[in-house]
T-cell receptor
Framework: GQSLEQPSEVTAVEGAIVQINCTYQ??????LSWYQQHDGGAPTFLSY????GLEETGRFSSFLSRSDSYGYLLLQELQMKDSASYFC??????????FGTGTKLQVIP | EAGVAQSPRYKIIEKRQSVAFWCNPI?????LYWYQQILGQGPKLLIQ????????DSQLPKDRFSAERLKGVDSTLKIQPAKLEDSAVYLC???????????????FGPGTRLLVL
């Protein structure tokens, strides 16, 4: 089976940097995606890592280490609107898609 | 471009009743997904279609849930009969699929909130 584990909650201060970790056990690994979901909303795509290393998209960066079965999402210059749940996930298409357990981020003033 | 459409947005039914949800994916997207998301948890994949074929339905409770994708476009998800534990948000998503997993960004619809009493 596949499993992706994340910390359940993280609290960080506005303007700071926060890292959300994801450890996984999967077969046929094709990379790691990250999604953001605000309360009452639908998940929206943030980032995808097919290869080891860092991918940067504005204030968001995502990192993958396949040898360690580990990835993380880095959010910089935190804003109040970043308060949401964040999920790592394996990609879909011809591969089985699995979402992580999710991390609820609370940004405080 | 138009996003993923779902209806209804909300549904309240009593246990043992049946319910159906509809999803219209983004035009041209080959892959369609149905998820169940219980409050406080991550989305759980119920079924994944590639055009009108099923890629994965290993987590679909087939004794009560069924899904079909008509002509590789629209899809319906049905629950019959519903149980209390089916109360959740049902999300539909689609992705383009060009045979490269890196293309598999999923675009989600607004979801249907189901409450079973």
């Amino acid at each position: 089976g596949q499993s992706l584990e994340q910390p359940s909650e993280v609290t960080a201060v506005e303007g700071a940097i926060v890292q959300i970790n994801c450890t996984y056990q999967t077969s046929g690994f094709y990379g790691l995606s990250w999604y953001q979901q605000h309360d009452g909303g639908a998940p929206t795509f943030l980032s995808y890592n097919a290869l080891d290393g860092l991918e940067e998209t504005g204030r968001f960066s995502s990192f993958l280490s396949r040898s360690d079965s580990y990835g993380y999402l880095l959010l910089q210059e935190l804003q109040m609107k970043d308060s949401a749940s964040y999920f790592c996930a394996t990609p879909g298409g011809y591969q089985k898609v699995t979402f992580g357990t999710g991390t609820k981020l609370q940004v405080i003033p | 471009e138009a996003g993923v459409a779902q209806s209804p947005r909300y549904k309240i039914i009593e246990k043992r009743q049946s319910v159906a949800f509809w999803c219209n994916p983004i035009s041209g997207h080959a892959t369609l997904y149905w998820y169940q998301q219980i409050l406080g948890q991550g989305p759980k994949l119920l079924i994944q279609f590639q055009n009108n074929g099923v890629v994965d339905d290993s987590q679909l409770p087939k004794d009560r849930f069924s899904a079909e994708r008509l002509k590789g476009v629209d899809s319906t998800l049905k629950i019959q009969p519903a149980k209390l534990e089916d109360s959740a948000v049902y999300l539909c998503a689609s992705s383009l699929d060009r045979g490269d997993p890196r293309q598999e960004t999923q675009y989600f619809g607004p979801g249907t909130r189901l409450l079973v009493l």
